[in-house]
């Protein structure tokens, strides 16, 4: 019982920081939204290259997955200085791909979803 409930809580924190985020970068100049969206398209893009696709990485052994995550994490600080946009676009990214490592397919198409809300505004 105690798992199920702290599951929820992690699950409910992860929505509630996606979604801060999110709702904040809708409120963005369109030009911040474009350039967003533009990093998030490259992560996914990087993604995609090295997996194939989320059934794909999800089948992936648990190790491999967890290193790629602490990748994301380490790319997120470093851009946290030099560029904020892409820094964003990891964290939200890993949050993505965090929902495919516990098996959340609902939380995971959310999320998705409202990624390429933004990687649509990529005009490149």
Known sequence: ???LKS???DRDRAKQ???RVT???RQA???AQMVFGHSINVLFHL????FGSSLAFQARPYAERSAYVKSLTKMKDECQQIDPLTSLACGLVKLWIGTLMVGDPPMAK???DQLMYFGNKDPS
């Open 1 to 3: 019982m105690f798992g």
């Open 47 to 50: 993604f995609l290259a090295r």
């Open 7 to 9: 599951k929820r809580l």
């Open 29 to 31: 100049p369109e030009a």
């Open 110 to 112: 959310y999320f998705f």
């Open 17 to 19: 920081e996606f979604d």
């Open 23 to 25: 709702s904040s970068m």
